[in-house]
């Protein structure tokens, strides 16, 4: 079992940064592959970036590739999304899981409560 908690959301201006943390509770957190998706009002959750188990392979969207990096300290059971050149179509709720490294939202057993950020033009 598996329990995700993000933080670091907010209200940042275009062109701005933010890290998202996301922390998590459990022994076998290190055995998981880890992602971040995002999903904004009306729309459906999208795979934003991922992360193995041990952190020697990344994946990311389209959308974000060179802006946003994803890491893991599996030592203190934390996952990080770190977001630069931000734009206004990068405002969602950001939500981190657990269980894979894919793209979509079936390989992942677990779910945090998700973060908002807005990005402001």
């Known amino acids: 079992q598996v329990q995700l908690v993000e933080s670091g959301g907010g209200l940042v201006q275009a062109g701005g940064s933010l890290r998202l943390s996301c922390a998590a509770s459990?022994?076998?957190?290190?055995?998981?592959?880890m992602g971040w998706f995002r999903q904004a009002p009306g729309r459906e959750r999208d795979f934003v970036a991922s992360?193995?188990?041990?952190?020697?392979?990344?994946y990311y969207a389209e959308s974000v590739q060179g802006r946003f990096t994803i890491s893991r300290d599996n030592a203190k059971n934390m996952v990080y999304l770190r977001m630069n050149s931000l734009k206004p179509e990068d405002t969602a709720v950001y939500f981190c899981?657990?269980?894979?490294?894919?793209?979509?939202?079936?390989?992942?057993?677990?779910w945090g409560q998700g973060t908002q950020v807005t990005v402001s033009s």
């Open positions: 459990g022994r076998t957190f290190k055995n998981y592959g």
């Open positions: 992360i193995s188990w041990s952190g020697g392979s990344t």
């Open positions: 899981a657990a269980g894979s490294t894919g793209a979509t939202l079936y390989g992942y057993a677990y």
